[in-house]
């Protein structure tokens, strides 16, 4: 019968079912939407004890939240406590030469605090460590799957090898693992960031601020105390 009345009036029928696959696939992007950003939770170790940090620099007429500059970084990790981890990002953009076609690749520069903070290792080599994250140290890198699989054919000896980047020989010490989603930047190489606690400038803003809280510390814990950390910087 439903065929019958097709074939007679096919015109309100197909608009019928027309309306019914834009409602239905409406309502499944948006659950899709939904569960991916609000209710899966983040691929991360303790991904509840993860924040970012900032400046709020409303009183200069500033932003609530601001990037922060290098000299700001050492002081918040050497004083703020409440953190277990806390790590550096900024964005970097190497040329990657000496392969087939030269390439501008998407990167980070991050602590080593970065992966640690995370929970996330490597699945092949090693992840970066604070020997590596020292002034003038030998270049190292860690890259995606995604980049390992691309550009470098999942060649299993690339660990421990140099790749030129900007034409500088840098040892390839990791590679993460497929489906890892870096947080802040979305990078597929990620090098130390390498900030010298002795010539950290206050006056540039270019880094951003991950940070694992301490088992047991909450937000609002972790927000009056670093509240009374910027006391103490104004004051001194």
Known sequence: YALRSWRRAPGPIAAAIAALALGIGANTAIFSIVSGV?????????????????????????????????????????????????????GWTPNLTGVDEPERLRGAAVSPAYFAALGVAPAAGRALTEADDVPNGSPVVMISDALWSRLFNRDAGLVGRTILLDGQATTVVGVMPAGFEPPVIAADIWSPIRIDPSRAPRGIVILRAL??????????????????????LEQE
């Open 211 to 232: 940070a694992l809280l301490r088992p047991g510390v909450s937000v609002a814990q972790a927000q009056a105390g670093m509240s009374a950390i910027a006391m103490q």
């Open 38 to 90: 609000l209710l899966r939770p983040l691929p991360y170790q303790n991904p509840e004890r993860l924040v970012m940090v900032w400046q709020d620099m409303r009183a200069r007429g500033g932003p609530q939240r601001d990037w922060i500059s290098p000299g700001l970084f050492v002081e918040w990790r050497q004083r703020a406590t409440m953190f277990e981890q806390i790590a550096a990002i900024r």
